[in-house]
Structures are given as structure tokens and as C-alpha cells.
């Protein structure tokens, strides 16, 4: 999908609209283990057509960029107007080689960084929602927006699971 990073952003923000982000990224755990649950592994390696990730690299794209969230909100929350990197995912996926990730092993580490990222997120100060970072594409984002992006960011990819599995 070849879209520009503000429709991205309106893109993804247009998932989460009528839901509550902290419910979202609490539960995005649990949902994607009951998603994978039993699902031989040769199906979560199938790529659904040329150039589309499969289960497994969707699992391997969560785990790494929780890691890279991590890495934002410490920087912005340390030092308010941080820069923030973009980064080239499909270059990530290449470079980290998705397609041959242990999806239960992606999904073990996306869970423990999402528990760590949450945690940190329940202990700032209510003004520190509002520190923002300069995103190389995107701009000024705070705290709080970044947290927006990341549960519409996980709909997006449970919605894709969901259809590569053939659950709801």
C-alpha cells in the first residue's frame, strides 16, 4: 500500500475512532494468541499473495516495532521535542528476516515490551502525555498521539490476522 504518512496516520487513526486505546493495546495480546492459537505453522508462514507479509511476519513487524515505540517515548520523555527516525519497514522485515521468525517466539516478545511500554505509559505524570517528538515524516507527536497510533496500528494488523487465519 503506497499511501503518504499523513494518510497513514489518518488512515490509522480512523481505526481506533469510537474505541479506547489503552483497552486496545491491553488487549491486543490475548486476542492474538487466541487468533494463532492451534494454526499450524505452515499456515502462519504463508504469504497471502507476492510482497504480503503472512502471519508470522506480521508477529515478527509487532514485536519489533513495540520495540521501536519503546525507544520514542523514552527519548520524547526524557528530552520533550526529541527527533524521532522514521523507519523503512519492509527494509526491517528483510533485515531482521520476518519470514523465518518463530511467530510464538514474536509473539512472546511483543508481549513482554508491550507490558513494559504500558507500564512506563501508567507512570508518567499526566503532563508528559502532551511531550512530544519531531517525526522525520510525520511532524510533531506527542505522547498521547503516539498511543493513538499504536492501537489503531494494532487493529489494523489483528484485522489482518483474523482474515489470514479465517477468524473473527
Do not use: C
Not at 523503512?88 to 510464538?104: G, H, I, L, M, V
Not at 508528559?128 to 498521539?145: F, P
Amino acid at each position: 500500500m503506497n499511501e503518504t504518512p499523513q494518510q497513514y496516520v489518518a488512515r490509522i487513526l480512523g481505526l481506533i475512532a469510537g474505541h479506547e486505546p489503552m483497552k486496545v493495546q491491553r488487549s491486543t495480546d490475548d486476542k492474538l494468541q487466541k487468533l494463532t492459537r492451534g494454526v499450524p505453522r505452515k499456515k502462519l508462514n504463508r504469504r497471502p499473495a507476492p510482497g504480503k507479509w503472512s502471519v508470522a511476519e506480521i508477529l515478527a513487524h509487532l514485536a519489533e516495532t513495540e520495540w521501536v515505540i519503546g525507544w520514542r517515548l523514552r527519548s520524547i520523555l526524557s528530552s520533550n521535542g526529541a527527533p524521532i527516525q522514521a523507519f523503512d519497514q519492509d527494509a526491517w522485515a528483510q533485515t531482521s528476516n520476518y519470514a523465518k521468525q518463530d511467530p510464538r517466539k514474536s509473539l512472546a516478545l511483543f508481549r513482554i515490551l508491550r507490558d513494559a511500554n504500558l507500564a512506563l505509559l501508567k507512570s508518567i505524570p499526566k503532563e508528559k502525555w502532551e511531550y512530544y517528538g519531531m517525526h522525520q515524516e510525520r511532524g510533531q507527536e506527542s505522547v498521547a498521539r503516539i498511543f493513538q497510533l499504536i492501537a489503531g496500528h494494532d487493529l489494523n494488523h489483528l484485522g489482518q490476522v483474523a482474515a489470514l487465519v479465517g477468524r473473527k
